[in-house]
């Protein structure tokens, strides 16, 4: 590589590593490395939620009740099969619109560092759903078992949104979309009351 080109290279925060593959450089940037410069692009992202054992069938139960969730696949855990008066899920594979979620029981197999909310006695997420009918959506997720977190209000960034917590430790924002003139009006009010507070 010309030393022009490794200047460049440097200055843009990457690391040249040299050439390869007829030509192809291996760039490091921001701690990535890319062959060739080529984009890597991924197409979802799938939650995966740690159930206490052995609750997770139970839970499956209420996502469907609570969220109208879809069971795709399900596959009960080979070696505590035989163990458990309820046998305990490895993999369940969920659909919540187009959102895939896919849940688990908690076992010493799934490691030190991935804890169901019971074992880390909270949640560092929360998982959102947009609908365009939040009020009828929170009342049949209360119905099914789920506790308010955050009662529905029009919220300034555009969105009619609440909180729930679900039996399972996990809490859910539910939401649906403001006319724009609707979060103009919220902004308007904020600004106004903001203003008699200082």
């Excluded at 022009?4 to 921001?30: I, K, L, R, S």
């Excluded at 080529?38 to 209420?62: G, T, Y």
């Excluded at 688990?104 to 909270?122: A, I, Q, W």
């Excluded at 959506?137 to 679900?166: C, M, N």
Aim: without cysteine.
């Amino acid at each position: 590589m010309r030393d022009a080109e490794m200047e460049t290279a440097q200055a843009a925060g990457g690391e040249v590593e040299g050439e390869q593959n007829g030509g192809a450089t291996d760039h490091v940037e921001n701690g990535s490395r890319n062959k060739g410069h080529h984009a890597v692009s991924f197409s979802h992202v799938k939650p995966h939620l740690v159930i206490q054992a052995p609750k997770a069938a139970e839970a499956i139960v209420f996502y469907k009740a609570a969220f109208g969730a879809e069971e795709v696949t399900k596959t009960v855990h080979a070696k505590r099969k035989a163990e458990q008066e309820q046998p305990l899920i490895l993999h369940a594979h969920l659909k919540f619109g187009d959102t895939e979620i896919l849940i688990f029981d908690e076992t010493e197999e799934t490691g030190n560092t991935v804890k169901s909310t019971s074992s880390l006695n909270g949640t560092s997420m929360i998982l959102h759903l947009e609908t365009p009918d939040v009020e009828t959506a929170f009342s049949r997720a209360i119905e099914a078992g789920a506790t308010v977190s955050e009662q529905i209000a029009d919220r300034p960034w555009g969105q009619r949104y609440g909180k729930l917590i679900d039996p399972y430790g996990f809490v859910w924002s539910l939401a649906s979309p403001l006319a724009p003139e609707e979060t103009s009006v919220i902004i308007a009010e904020e600004a106004v009351e903001a203003g008699q507070a200082a």
